[in-house]
């Protein structure tokens, strides 16, 4: 097994695009999500379970205004 020199660099690749402003999209669901929260009296640790349930219910939405 060849060892790595505490200050050889390492090469990272990603596919990721450049973060830029976010979508109306999450700004929807980081709206929804935040307010999800709030009423859950603010309780930490459920911040992926509010993301999650927050990011459903705005495509939920999406598809019911396009099918109108």
């Known amino acids: 097994m060849k060892s790595i020199?505490?200050?050889t660099p390492i090469p990272i690749t990603t596919k990721s695009q450049?973060?830029?402003p976010p979508s109306e999209f999450?700004?929807?669901?980081?709206?929804?999500a935040y307010q999800i929260y709030e009423q859950r009296?603010?309780?930490?640790g459920?911040?992926?379970?509010?993301?999650?349930?927050?990011?459903?219910?705005?495509?939920?939405?999406?598809?019911?205004?396009?099918?109108?």
């Open 46 to 68: 459920h911040d992926l379970d509010d993301w999650l349930q927050a990011e459903g219910e705005v495509r939920e939405k999406g598809k019911n205004a396009q099918a109108a």
């Open 18 to 20: 450049p973060i830029g």
């Open 5 to 7: 020199e505490a200050n």
């Open 41 to 44: 009296g603010r309780a930490d």
């Open 26 to 32: 999450q700004e929807q669901v980081r709206v929804l």
